[in-house]
């Protein structure tokens, strides 16, 4: 790795300028790589939170994907795709002149985290996966459903029947939904511990960082051309799975079928959790994570 202080860095990475942050370098491990979720969402929350404690012994790289967060947005709306995601990231690995590098995504992070693999095996080392998912399967998008559903007040509930009995597709009950829910049914949905989830709105508001929505919907009209559930054989590294037992947005079913698709992979269940393991259970969620990536590397070659 090149000689980087701990500190906040803009650089220009596939033609768009990128927030970066370093933190921990005095740890000189082999740096461990952050991909946010969303898509669109922003490193802001994860580095006041969880990232404080990973960077005590590990070298830590944080970013911001294009036209999120403190990231420079591409002039053309249209310009976002896992091909172009994957670009940037093979961009910053240049910059950084590593040989190697493990990875953490959380959520769509985590799905981004197995499409880098799959693009760039020989480079990344480990990866560590929290809550993934995947985006444009139907499933992904019955786990949120069924998941508004359980956690909704009656009224709210009652809304969400009626859209049920119309017969729509997945892809427009799921749109529905979203249009319907509030705030609180949100922060129902991805916590279990509602005080957790009201620290984190804080500090969402507190970033004045929004996601514009424009990388999601991009993502849904351009997916990939062969499903990433298609290509997980492919992928060699080991991987750890981290999910919340109560997790309504992407759920044990997600990380299930992602374990059951990739060759070297274990899964871990947290048992007070819900979408952010690493807010609800953070000294777990810590502990789990540095012990993995502590783990001699077993090759399936």
């Known amino acids: 790795m090149k000689s980087l202080m701990d500190g906040e860095y803009k650089v220009k990475l596939n033609g768009i300028t990128h927030w970066i942050r370093v933190a921990g370098s005095k740890n000189n491990t082999t740096p461990l790589v952050i991909l946010h979720g969303g898509p669109g969402g922003n490193q802001y929350v994860f580095e006041r939170t969880i990232g404080l404690l990973l960077s005590n012994s590990r070298t830590v790289i944080y970013y911001e994907q294009r036209g999120c967060g403190r990231t420079e947005k591409p002039s053309d709306d249209t310009k976002y795709s896992i091909d172009l995601l994957i670009e940037d990231f093979k961009s910053l690995r240049k910059w950084l002149e590593v040989k ?10 985590g799905e981004l985290a197995l499409e880098v693999a799959h693009a760039d095996p020989k480079v990344i080392n480990k990866i560590v996966l929290s809550g993934p998912s995947l985006i444009n399967s139907e499933i992904n ?51 279990e511990n509602q005080e957790i989830g009201k620290k984190n709105r804080i500090l969402w508001e507190e970033s004045n960082l929004v996601n514009t929505g424009l990388m999601f919907k991009a993502l849904q009209k351009n997916p990939v051309k062969i499903p990433l559930l298609d290509r997980l054989k ?67 070659l």
């Open 100 to 109: 190697k590098l493990d990875l953490l995504g959380y959520s769509f992070g």
């Open 141 to 191: 998008k019955m786990v949120q459903i069924t998941g508004f559903c359980s956690v909704v007040d009656n009224q709210m509930y009652k809304q969400m029947q009626n859209v049920l009995k119309e017969g729509l597709t997945i892809d427009e009950t799921y749109n529905t939904f979203w249009e319907l829910v509030d705030s609180k049914s949100v922060d129902l949905l991805l916590f």
């Open 234 to 300: 492919e992928i060699q590294q080991q991987s750890l799975i981290i999910t919340g037992v109560f997790d309504r947005n992407t759920g044990i079913s997600i990380s299930k079928i992602i374990h059951k698709g990739l060759r070297n992979s274990d899964i871990v269940l947290f048992n007070n959790s819900a979408h952010f393991p690493d807010l609800e259970e953070p000294e777990k969620f810590n502990m789990t994570v540095q012990e993995f990536l502590d783990q001699k590397v077993v090759s399936l």
